[in-house]
């Protein structure tokens, strides 16, 4: 279903697109700034075609990643990425999926460009500090759970691993 939708789309916009790239006479398209105003026009035609294509990228990416192929997950999600790189849930997924994979340098890196993007996505600073706590760095994780906690009080998650954090530096279990 999803590729027939793709199909249709691209059928349409390679109608809409031959619209405006071959005028039916030269006299009326003669003009540069109209000329200029025919490219934009077909840059606004694929800005829909390129976010539809970067939310499939994203799902699959997902998909991939609930289905344990981490590693196909990341290549889904920098594909997302390659259209619309300043999407913050892409960089924190692409994170995820890194994460599966032990590879915590590289999940570091996508977590804090998602907070780039965003700086109060709670689960961008939530899962930045459970990688900096797998790579021992546990004041830094310590400092993300806080954030988390400030941007969404009710993250079980980031409750239990900033105690479990405030026990490994021996300050005690307390808020």
């Given amino acids: 279903m999803v590729v027939f939708l793709v199909i249709l789309f691209d059928l349409l916009l390679l109608s809409s697109v031959v619209k405006w790239t071959y005028p039916t006479t030269d006299s ?3 003009d540069e700034n109209e000329k200029d105003e025919q490219s934009s026009l077909i840059d606004l035609m694929h800005k829909p075609y390129d976010r539809l294509l970067c939310v499939m990228y994203l799902l699959g990416g997902l998909n991939l990643h609930k289905g344990g ?4 997950a990341v290549v889904y999600f920098d594909k997302a990425l390659d259209i619309d790189p300043n999407y913050a849930e892409l960089w924190k997924n692409k994170g995820n999926a890194l994460s599966a994979q032990s590879r915590y340098d590289e999940a570091l890196n ?3 460009k998602a907070l780039d993007i965003n700086p109060n996505h709670s689960m961008a600073w939530k899962n930045k500090g459970i990688a900096l706590q797998e790579l021992g760095r546990f004041e830094e994780a310590l400092e993300c759970y806080n954030r988390t906690l400030e941007l969404y009080p009710h993250s079980d998650v980031a409750q239990k691993n900033k105690e479990y954090v405030m026990e490994l530096l021996g300050n005690g279990t307390s808020i």
């Fill in 28 to 30: 009326e398209h003669s």
């Fill in 69 to 72: 192929d981490h590693q196909n």
């Fill in 110 to 112: 996508c977590y804090e």
